[in-house]
């Protein structure tokens, strides 16, 4: 037991005593030394599409934790633009099932609405953004203010909304932030495209590319574990590990969403962003320093070393109905969704494998794997390290594993060889769990969206992505979904509930990246 908590404990970069102190050390940090200028200022937080999916689901009940927390900057006001007809109430009850209030917030809870301020569509662009602007004015300290202008929109409206917002809408005495969410663009012409329409109205400390893997737990935490522990500094690289897996497993459908994830597949919607992003994170060389863009410097390497796919090492899969489960859910097929088309063909599942041609990672395969509509909901980073030679035990030692779980039960896991207790001298696996909601009880870990739009109010670009980098993800993904596209290959069909096409389990054994 000794021997556990201590290694656990370096991993976690303390033992299980330190732990509690740090949690509450950062706790303090966080809430008692914010930016000066986010309290003695006036802000405008403007949500773009504002009765849309992705408002109710997450934008909103951020801004509520925000402001509950006291971390919403205290002169905020919050607009809500949109082309429906609606009120700020009626908002408020599209959001309530998304949020959690506890009985006695209740009063606060009013209060956060008071702060909003809804502003309808008056069916033309021009006259919409002046609306916006002349609001927002009538609420801003004599015309002085920053804004803070959140795009929660489709991205085809991207540029004339940015557009307008310059043209008409940019705060007079302040900083004006623009956030876009994912997809930037569809392929390498588009996404150029994008960030040069971009760049001809804003300055890259102006423009937010929000991609919320990057502010999860323990994805935040794989930049500490690498660079925090000299465990793992001579290991991390070709010599002694064999293979890398970054695998997004959801047990849901696209349960009404097929009108935005058809068009995009799986790919485009996690692949060729979110789990690229952790990539960067597990590859990279020590940045110069913890500077947003030395770090954002040392992940652009990663992927200017990194090859484009080839088709050959890609692994399509689209789910079907499971007749036989007991879960209503899980007899639904992926083209028997209302949304989705009768003959669609789009991917709900792929793997696909990078390689890395620089001198740390050459001849270790990355594989990127991601699917909808599988047995478990869960985000991990395995990385298997390389068989033990030698010849001292009866049997061949299983492959040392450091798992990082990014979501789902947020952690670390490492898988040692230890003897069988007792008089034998065999040798058995042994798993070592860290689990953050063990080590930090009582310690509310932030949701994703929390950390990022604190980090925008406080104009902190580390957990965004740069226009470089969004230029490489394309570089690397283009020819196979234009290849994808062109040949209208027919993906892999799959059981709902299951682990996905067995093709995919062959792929990764090909690349030596060895399952139980």
């Known amino acids: 037991m000794f021997i556990q908590l201590t290694l656990l404990g370096f991993l976690a970069g303390a033992v299980q005593p330190s732990l509690s102190y740090v949690v509450k050390r950062t706790l303090r940090q966080d809430v008692s030394q ?20 992705l408002s109710k689901r997450e934008i909103y009940p951020t801004l509520w934790y925000l402001y509950r927390d006291n971390l919403l900057p205290k002169k905020t006001r919050i607009f809500g633009y949109a082309r429906r007809n609606r009120t700020i109430n009626e908002i408020r009850k599209d959001v309530e099932p998304y949020v959690k209030v506890k009985s006695n917030e209740k009063q606060l809870y009013d209060k956060f609405w008071s702060l909003n301020v809804y502003i309808r569509s008056e069916g033309s662009e021009d006259k919409d953004y002046e609306k916006i602007n002349k609001i927002v004015n009538e609420y801003e ?10 795009l929660a929109l489709p991205p085809a409206v991207f540029p004339s909304a940015t557009t307008q917002i310059k043209r008409v809408a940019m705060a007079k005495n302040g900083w004006t932030r623009i956030v876009l969410e994912k997809p930037f663009g569809r392929d390498t012409k588009s996404a150029e495209e994008l960030l040069r329409h971009l760049q001809q109205l804003f300055t890259e400390d102006q423009i937010y590319r929000m991609d919320h893997f990057l502010n999860y737990e323990m994805v935040q935490n794989i930049y500490s574990l690498r660079f925090g522990n ?23 459908g696209v349960e009404g969403r097929g009108s935005f994830f058809d068009p ?30 030395d770090i954002r410097d040392a992940k652009v ?5 990194t090859r484009e796919i080839a088709m050959d090492d890609v692994v399509l899969g689209q789910y079907v109905a499971n007749p036989d489960s007991k879960d209503p859910r899980e007899r639904i097929g992926y083209r028997d969704d209302p949304t989705v088309p009768n003959n669609s063909n789009t991917s709900t599942f792929a793997l696909t494998v990078l390689k ?37 035990f009866g049997s061949q030692p299983k492959r040392n594993e450091l798992i990082l779980i990014a979501k789902g039960t947020e952690g670390l896991q490492a898988k040692l060889t230890s003897k069988v207790p007792g008089y034998t001298n065999d040798i058995e696996e042994i798993t070592l769990d860290f689990k953050y909601e063990e ?26 992505v740069r226009n470089d980098e969004v230029k490489e993800a394309w570089r690397i993904f283009t020819p196979i979904l234009h290849e994808i596209e062109s040949k209208n290959l027919q993906p892999i069909e799959y059981k709902f509930g299951s682990t996905g096409p067995t093709e995919a389990d062959k792929m990764e054994k090909k690349y030596n990246f060895l399952r139980e």
């Open 230 to 252: 000299r465990l793992f500094t001579p290991a991390w690289n070709n010599e002694n590990i064999a293979a890398i897996e970054i695998d997004l497993k959801e047990n849901l």
């Open 356 to 392: 890395v041609d620089n001198k740390r990672w050459r001849g270790v395969p990355f594989i990127i794997r991601a699917g909808k509509g599988l047995n478990i909901n869960q985000t991990e980073v395995v990385i298997q390290f390389k068989d033990v030679e030698t010849g001292l």
């Open 34 to 53: 914010p930016d000066n200028d986010l309290n003695s200022s006036s802000h405008s937080f403007i949500l773009l599409g504002a009765t849309g999916d």
């Open 301 to 305: 390497e990663v992927l200017k070393a």
């Open 141 to 150: 300290d004599g015309g002085k203010g920053n804004r803070l202008f959140y």
């Open 439 to 464: 080590a930090h009880k009582g310690f509310r870990i932030p949701e994703a969206y929390e950390k990022a739009i604190l980090d925008i109010f406080k104009g902190s670009q580390l957990h965004f």
């Open 264 to 293: 995009n597949s799986i790919i485009r919607d996690v692949m060729q962003n979110h789990l690229l992003q952790i990539m960067t994170l597990i590859a990279m060389e020590q940045p110069k320093s913890n500077n947003n863009n």
